[in-house]
């Protein structure tokens, strides 16, 4: 037990320990430097115990029940009973061992951890207020800093989080109930992975979004694979109306939204889910101690190798801003700790993927044709449906494309746009492939297993050439 103030030093200090933190950390030790993690909450951070790895789980949960009661094409007649909570209980068992995991490995790799909350006392000094009545604090004086505090859901005036009738991800997550009835506050990734959860779980799904589509920060005809899905599992979207009240009703709620023209709408709920963003946290941890200012979101700048404007100080994932990806921070986190110990590393963030778990998924990495256009590239485009894939079509989710964006002079691959089944696991391809610089003919080249999802990249990529065989060329 800590009691009182006492006073250690570190060759390198992280602050949180969710993907970014946790990974540097560990690669810290792999180095043989000295380094100290610190952790207000859980390890993991969000990633592990609020988001990625819960949400996932609970899709996949969901989804075997949905495709056991859907199956009836397949000869398959099933009627499951959900248990949302046996569900939670299993998604728990799942967070558990991969928490305990993190932390096994911080010690196997001789990380030093503290439980507490951190904040810059000075320069080179972070003070630690241990979690727990009575368990005093502690200063601990570094030589590098890392910033790795991660992001926490954005509210909206009028719409704080209760826990009860506003709830954010990380309370719907842990529902022990499905509601009978939910409206959705926003419509891009978070919003869309759980309105579609809840509406597999048989909820009457509202969303409301103040742009005019779903999933805003994708191309149009990705972004509409996913919303006819979404409709024809009985979701209802209101477009340009943005929340702007709520008051209880009954056993629910009543929520008020309002258009730009000022025509108001209400829509009565069990709750209401506000997913319309997240933000850093910043504000927790006295940064003027250390001259180090935030934009104006709160996020603090950095460069290629993950360093802020104070020298010996790095930021790393969601803090750094967007892209706000667990693999994005991690990769951070690797490269600022490398760069700390004077090896030669940096982000190459054009290679970055991204994914969201609708259904079907969306996959994507590097530039659309749009940005590579703008950026000065002359592009030829490859396209591969989905119901041209005899093994989509096996799975009986024949819906999306692959697309692929290639320069038209030599060939390299710039970028790519997948809504597919397994988007998610289909882009790693194409990220090794921007990431390494290889062209049209190497992906070509490469034979692909069949019948699999992943063919479906390789006739895109032939498709661009005009050497398409299970689709008509351009």
């Avoid at 609020?50 to 609970?58: F, N, Y």
């Amino acid at each position: 037990m800590v009691v009182g103030d006492v006073t250690t030093g570190t060759d390198v200090l992280i602050i949180g320990a969710g993907p970014g933190g946790y990974v540097a950390a560990i690669r810290a030790g792999q180095l043989d430097l000295d380094v100290t993690l610190v952790e207000k909450e859980a390890y993991g951070g969000t990633c592990l115990n609020h988001g990625c790895i819960p949400s996932k789980a609970l899709i996949s949960a969901t989804d075997v029940a949905h495709d056991a009661s859907t199956a009836e094409e397949m000869g398959i007649h099933a009627d499951p009973a959900v248990d949302l909570a046996g569900m939670v209980s299993w998604k728990d068992d799942v967070v558990e061992q991969l928490t305990s995991g993190v932390e096994k490995l911080c010690k196997a790799n001789g990380v030093n951890l503290v439980e507490g909350r951190a904040e810059f006392a000075g320069e080179n000094t972070v003070r630690v207020a241990h979690a727990g009545e009575g368990q005093g604090s502690e200063t601990i004086e570094f030589e590098h800093a890392i910033v790795a505090t991660g992001s926490r859901p954005m509210e909206i005036p009028n719409f704080e989080f209760d826990g009860e009738h506003i709830i954010s991800s990380r309370e719907a997550l842990a529902l022990d109930a499905v509601p009978e009835s939910l409206v959705v506050v926003g419509a891009g990734y978070i919003g869309m992975e759980l309105s579609t959860v809840f509406a597999k779980l048989g909820t009457d799904v509202t969303v409301v979004e103040m742009l005019d589509s779903v999933l805003p920060a994708y191309e149009d005809d990705v972004a509409r694979v996913v919303k006819n899905r979404a409709e024809e599992l009985g979701i209802d979207f209101y477009f340009g109306e943005g929340a702007s009240e709520w008051e209880e009703s009954g056993d629910g709620i009543t929520v008020k939204t309002e258009t730009e023209d000022g025509d108001i709408s209400e829509f009565g709920a069990e709750k209401a889910l506000v997913a319309v963003g997240r933000e850093p946290v910043t504000d927790t941890l006295n940064l003027d101690a250390i001259g180090l200012a935030t934009d104006e979101g709160g996020f603090l700048e950095t460069d290629d190798r993950a360093r802020t404007d104070v020298e010996n100080v790095f930021a790393v994932g969601d803090v750094a801003g967007e892209p706000m990806l667990a693999h994005k921070g991690m990769k951070e986190g690797e490269v600022a700790v490398e760069v700390i110990a004077g090896e030669p590393s940096a982000l190459d963030y054009q290679s970055v993927p991204a994914a969201v778990f609708t259904d079907p998924e969306i996959g994507t990495v590097g530039m659309t044709e749009e940005e590579a256009e703008e950026a000065g590239f002359s592009t030829v485009v490859g396209e591969m449906p989905m119901r041209a894939s005899g093994r989509a079509l096996t799975l009986g989710e024949s819906d999306g494309f692959v697309r692929v964006v290639a320069d038209d002079d030599a060939g390299f691959i710039l970028g790519a746009q997948i809504v597919a089944p397994e988007a998610s696991e289909m882009i790693a391809e194409l990220g090794l492939a921007v990431e390494m610089g290889a062209t049209l003919e190497d992906v070509a080249a490469t034979i692909h297993t069949h019948p699999t999802l992943g063919e479906a990249v390789m006739e895109a990529v032939e498709n661009a050439r005009d050497r398409a065989i299970h689709t008509l060329n351009r």
